[in-house]
């Protein structure tokens, strides 16, 4: 049963991890904590939820659509709002951004209602087993695409001219300026690969958790502890610490009842921010002045 | 607005400004013989929100550090008074009670968590916000855990009862209001407002910065604590989700930039535009209000991010500019 909990834990660190991602570099590159990135969860959701209720579409075949969809809301509301926001204080984009996911909360509950609904994929029952641990396919699918999908994005950082001129701007937003980068522009771009891993953190998510409006809240506690254990603006530190958090999660289960999960996840918080407080992969980026 | 005030100017204006305070709390206790049960109730709300914000006031507006998971707080300050009167205390003993434990939970908590600076401080005040909903599920036993925890019923008839309520909750807003002014004139105000704008600066000043952190978190939490005691007695059944309930303390920092950081008498404007703002939102949009809510939170903050007396200034400024006065 130890084992069972084990890779159940790795199987949804994995989703932790990519759920952690866009908000992590939000953090770290503009210096904004943004609320509203568990509501692009929860959109992702919804988008992957009528895809596939009303166009039968596969709950897989549908992360394109709420990347995309979701990239286009994060880099308009960036654009429109936080752009704004950031010029005057950074530490006001936290009540912002809490009013724009009232705002798409809301919006949801009214077009949907509140009721619970799930999204069930022809092989949502199916699982393998491998050395009598049961591995369920469609957990095991979502951290494939979750490690996959934070590779990418890595690779996204590192080897594309776009990606660079993202790090060079958390590094230092005034030398970039000089080096002809649009700080703004970076900063939309930024919250548009933010919000549009959120998006594919939802369509994955709507196959292994019932969809429901508040469903991007239960994130929080999660998003949090993972950016600060990773390292703020670290993807590769995601990745890691959310293999970790999904561990202790399920350990933290597994040895002393659910309810205390969310307990251990406060008190693994706390350690990290008094012996580490840069994280495991963290460095100086510009998030950490503000 | 150009003329600078001289000593005696300032004095006038503050006397002016105290007299308006005294009469305004005067007429404000006098209210509830001319006022039906739906604007007591909204008052009453409001006079909470002023108390809550206000101790907001005393971290953030004072302090600089952002407490956005501050109502936690309220929700402890709910739980002990609740605790407290199930197990027989009367009300005012629950009071006490609601502000000392929430003082000291800020007290030992702040020790570890005021060391964090900036978002940091701010999300490890929202996790303890979530982490409390949790922890008073699991204690269970005499809080209720998750079934929630109904306090004992007053013995005073309804209506007096709301009015008693409704000054317990004017004192807490008039209070809070003259203990920040007050901590103002004080050493400990300076230093708390030396911390704000530069926190080693004011360690180099000679300031234990850790101590003075902690005994303004302590007082905040005992403030917006005093304020979850009262709603405890005043709503009679409290669950983790009401009362360790995150919007309050996203709308009071909200009332608290409406109404200008920092300032004695920010936190009360705030909580009157904000709340009556809200109720006349709640009644048109019974459906969308938390939508209608959330878009007037990022209008307030991109039109008026240093509250609304500098938006209301500068909207005159550019005025009498354009209309070229003199």
């Known amino acids: 049963m130890l084992w069972q909990a084990t890779a159940n834990g790795l199987l949804l660190g994995g989703l932790y991890g990519i759920a952690t991602i866009g908000f992590s570099m939000v953090w770290g590159v503009m210096g904004v904590i943004n609320l509203a990135h568990t509501g692009f969860i929860m959109l992702g959701a919804y988008i992957t939820y009528g895809l596939f209720r009303f166009a039968g579409l596969d709950p897989i075949a549908s992360i394109p659509v709420s990347m995309i969809a979701m990239f286009a809301l994060g880099y308009a509301l960036q654009v429109l709002v936080l752009n704004r926001i950031i010029r005057t204080s950074l530490l006001l984009s936290l009540v912002v951004t809490f009013g724009i996911e009232l705002v798409m909360v809301d919006a949801v509950s009214i077009a949907f209602t509140s009721d619970v609904r799930s999204v069930n994929s022809s092989y949502a029952a199916s699982s393998i087993e491998v050395f009598g641990i049961l591995v369920p396919v469609v957990r095991l699918i979502a951290a494939g695409f979750s490690v996959t999908l934070g590779i990418a994005f890595f690779a996204f950082l590192r080897f594309t001219r776009a990606g660079q001129m993202i790090l060079a701007t958390a590094l230092d937003r005034e030398v970039s300026s000089l080096m002809g980068i649009n700080p703004e522009r970076i900063y939309a771009l930024t919250a548009g690969a933010g919000a549009a891993l959120a998006g594919a953190t939802g369509s994955l998510a709507s196959m292994l958790f019932p969809v429901m409006p508040g469903m991007g809240v239960t994130f929080l506690s999660a998003v949090f502890v993972i950016t600060v254990l990773g390292g703020i603006g670290s993807v590769e530190g995601c990745i890691v610490a959310g293999f970790i958090y999904g561990l202790v999660q399920a350990w933290a289960g597994y040895f002393l009842g659910a309810n205390y999960q969310e307990i251990v996840g406060f008190g693994l918080f706390l350690l990290v921010l008094a012996l580490r407080p840069q994280g495991l992969f963290g460095r100086a980026f510009f998030g950490e002045h503000a | ?326």
């Open chain 2, 1 to 326: 607005m150009s003329a600078p005030a001289s000593p005696s100017g300032a004095r006038r204006r503050a006397l002016l400004f105290w007299a308006f305070f005294a009469i305004g709390t005067v007429v404000l206790a006098l209210a509830p013989l001319a006022l039906n049960n739906y604007w007591l109730r909204v008052l009453t709300t409001v006079f909470m929100y002023a108390t809550v914000t206000q101790g907001l006031n005393v971290i953030v507006g004072l302090t600089g550090y952002h407490a956005f998971g501050n109502a936690v707080f309220f929700g402890f300050g709910a739980y002990a008074s609740g605790v407290a009167m199930t197990l027989g205390a009367p009300f005012p003993v629950a009071l006490v009670a609601a502000v000392a434990f929430s003082a000291l939970v800020a007290g030992i908590v702040g020790w570890p968590i005021l060391r964090l600076r900036g978002h940091y401080f701010a999300i490890a005040t929202v996790a303890l916000n979530l982490a409390a909903i949790q922890l008073v599920i699991q204690v269970g036993g005499v809080t209720g855990g998750a079934e929630g925890l109904p306090l004992p019923l007053s013995d005073l008839p309804p209506g007096p009862l709301y009015r008693a309520i409704y000054l317990v909750m004017l004192a807490g807003m008039v209070v809070s209001t003259l203990l920040v002014a007050f901590i103002l004139t004080r050493p400990f105000g300076y230093a708390l407002r030396a911390i704000r704008d530069g926190e080693r600066a004011a360690g180099v000043m000679g300031i234990d910065t850790t101590a003075t952190k902690v005994a303004a978190w302590a007082i905040s939490a005992g403030i917006t604590g005093f304020a979850g005691g009262v709603w405890a007695y005043w709503i009679t059944f409290i669950e983790p989700a009401s009362a360790f309930d995150p919007a309050i303390g996203v709308k009071a920092y909200m009332m608290l930039i409406l109404g200008g950081m920092g300032t004695v008498i920010g936190p009360v404007l705030g909580a009157f535009v904000l709340e009556f703002l809200s109720t006349l939102v709640w009644g048109g949009f019974l459906q969308a209000h938390q939508i209608v809510f959330g878009v007037l939170i990022v209008v307030i903050c991109l039109v008026a991010p240093n509250g609304m007396l500098v938006a209301g200034r500068s909207l005159i400024q550019r005025w009498r500019s354009r209309h070229g006065a003199a």
